[in-house]
């Protein structure tokens, strides 16, 4: 369990205008004329609504004239019904015209928001192994989550809240400077300056604050969430009370982050609301002036004041808006950036194809010739590697950990690619062919089997997507796992939990052979396919792994020598080198470092079995 990211180690935050400038292809997308044309009627019904919603109290206050004048008892005949029914139908139109605009965008919103989080779910999957291994899983989905949500966020509150609200602000002011004089109108954009810039200076210092206080939250979840992880680790040490005192000071440096967040929202709306009263004061007394002068009749007076209340509104939740928008441009940016990455393994343009599967050609040759290889420039890990293995040839590839045993595996699976030399498949340097149809013929059963969380089925089907029930069954029985799964109530509908925690070892292990049998390739590798499993389930996987590698081309990755003694040659790896290559039983008649790595297996071997005898054991 990793904990999360730190805003330092997000990265620096790029230029909102560079951010936005990536959104744009999305949001004008070539070849795409429908999505075109509901951007363009959007932003036509955005400005009618707002021309609607800016006549609404003009008419209001020409209906309030038009009572003042005809006078109290003058009777319903008098009033001027059309201005009342005209600001009726003004209110309709404003509310018709942005619930309009609302649902003509919709589908262009949630389009890029879909096509933003599939383009970079892909490119996660196109990325090298390196980038994965130096990455959190974790926080690599949580930014893509963040990024397709932030795009939504954009679009919704930055396209029709914000840019909106500064048309309404500029044509007000222009309205006002029209009907008044410039007086009002240097009032009114004082205060909506004001307004705006005090909004944005007291929002970015909560940001702050607010970072804080969602940093020590996450903090505070992580500690509970790898506590609970680690239940069992917990009860062996008897630390409850210890994971219950790490738990509170998060939470309680959570409680005191989270008050001043209210104080400061508190100062926040405090502060809006004063420039409100200061402009609505002076704009009265300056109106009431004009009125008691003759220069403004009564339904003026009411105008004013309703643009600015009007104007006020949507002004009263730019600090949440902007907030809201500053986050959402950072998260935005961090899926970006992920999108920007490079992989290190990529396809020439003019790649070739490769028969995947053994009932499409034989199995394939395998040759290293003068490999080299270093993850970092400053450590190389293989030394000037050479061997071969034939078409249906066995080798293993012996040694201790940090030899550079599974290293070759990874080349092979070209997941990086050789420092120098190479590594040639069927004639071919590995880097000539497409990387899926290299990987298509490439069949692993890994030490470590991580299932999905699905049904056994699903699991065995993932080898052949596509794959009948029959096909499925014939794989699970020459991995010996059929009889146990239909033993199971739900059968091959059987859950295996979250990385098949719901299987032994040697099930999943099992699960994994089936798996590898049913996508039938021409090359194997076992990469320390037993070494965590007991020796009586180590003997029964072996005769499993007989079965699929039959025929194979096989590259069998061991710890325990005694599974690779019949291999047609065994590479006994040190330091990044191939110290000693032969069979088993020359290796053993050269007395050299396998021979003694086998006595020392022997030897082992022999203590368990002693252990494990009637009166063996430690003395009582």
């Not at 220069?295 to 004041?305: C, H, S, Y």
């Not at 080798?395 to 045993?405: D, E, F, L, N, Y």
């Not at 890994?446 to 299932?451: A, E, H, I, N, R």
Request: glycine fraction near 8%; hydrophobic fraction near 45%.
């Amino acid at each position: 369990m990793t904990p999360p990211l730190s805003q330092d180690q997000r990265g620096p935050e790029q230029p909102v205008l560079t951010t936005l400038r990536d959104l744009l292809p999305y949001l004008w997308p070539r070849n795409d004329p429908g999505t075109r044309w509901r951007v363009v009627g959007a932003c036509v019904l955005l400005i009618a609504a707002k021309v609607a919603t800016i006549c609404v109290p003009y008419l209001y206050s020409r209906v309030v004239d038009a009572l003042h004048v005809g006078g109290a008892g003058a009777g319903l005949a008098t009033i001027p019904m059309l201005l009342i029914l005209g600001y009726g139908l003004l209110r309709l139109m404003s509310a018709g015209l942005g619930e309009w605009r609302d649902a003509l965008f919709a589908p262009v919103r949630f389009r890029i928001s879909c096509v933003a989080a599939i383009r970079s779910f892909r490119h996660m999957h196109a990325l090298s192994l390196r980038f994965h291994l130096d990455r959190q899983s974790g926080g690599v989905t949580r930014a893509i989550a963040r990024g397709t949500e932030a795009i939504e966020t954009i679009l919704r509150v930055g396209v029709f809240n914000v840019v909106p609200t500064i048309i309404e602000a500029l044509m007000v002011i222009a309205v006002i400077w029209r009907l008044f004089d410039w007086r009002y109108a240097v009032i009114m954009l004082v205060a909506v300056a004001s307004y705006v810039g005090f909004t944005v200076m007291f929002t970015s210092w909560r940001i702050g604050i607010r970072r804080e206080m969602n940093d020590i939250n996450s903090e505070a979840s992580w500690k509970a969430l790898d506590s609970l992880l680690n239940y069992e680790t917990v009860k062996y040490f008897g630390n409850e009370e210890h994971e219950s005192r790490r738990y509170e000071e998060a939470q309680r440096r959570y409680e005191r982050a989270a008050v001043r967040t209210q104080v400061s929202l508190n100062g926040l709306n405090f502060g809006q609301a004063a420039i409100i009263a200061v402009t609505l004061a002076a704009v009265m007394l300056l109106a009431a002036d004009d009125v008691a002068g003759g220069r403004l009749t009564v339904g003026r007076f009411v105008l004013v004041n309703t643009y600015l209340m009007q104007l006020y509104l949507p002004l009263n939740f730019l600090g949440s808006i902007y907030s809201s928008l500053r986050t959402s441009l950072v998260d935005l940016e961090q899926m970006f950036r992920l999108t920007e990455e490079a992989p290190d393994v990529t396809d020439r343009p003019d790649a070739i194809g490769l028969p995947g599967r053994l009932d499409e050609a034989p199995a394939a040759a395998i040759r290293f010739e003068h490999v080299r290889f270093s993850y970092r420039p400053d450590r190389e890990i293989l030394h000037d590697v050479s061997f071969s293995v034939p078409a249906g040839g066995r080798v293993a590839i012996v040694g201790p950990t940090g030899a550079g045993k599974s290293t070759i595996s990874r080349l092979l699976f070209r997941f990086y690619d050789v420092t120098s030399g190479r590594v040639v498949v069927d004639g071919h340097d590995l880097r000539e062919y497409g990387q899926a149809a290299l990987r298509a013929a490439i069949g692993v059963v890994p030490q470590d089997t991580v299932l999905f969380n699905d049904t056994i089925g699903y699991n065995i089907a993932y080898g052949r997507l596509g794959a009948t029930q029959a096909e499925i069954e014939h794989a699970a029985r020459l991995a010996q796992i059929h009889d146990f799964i239909v033993s199971l109530p739900d059968g091959y509908r059987t859950k295996v939990g979250e990385r098949g925690l719901k299987l032994s070892g040697g099930e999943k292990q099992r699960v994994a052979i089936a798996r590898t049998i049913l996508k039938n390739p021409r090359i194997l590798i076992l990469d320390e396919a037993t070494s965590a499993l007991d020796t009586h389930t180590e003997q029964e996987i072996q005769a499993a792994l007989g079965t699929v590698s039959a025929e194979r081309t096989t590259v069998i990755i061991a710890h325990r020598l005694s599974t690779v003694v019949d291999a047609d040659e065994i590479l006994v790896m040190g330091d990044g080198v191939i110290k000693e290559r032969g069979t088993h039983r020359s290796l053993l008649a050269r007395g050299g470092l396998y021979a003694g790595m086998w006595a020392a297996q022997a030897e082992e071997r022999a203590d368990a079995v002693a252990e494990a005898a009637p009166g063996g054991g430690f003395p009582a």
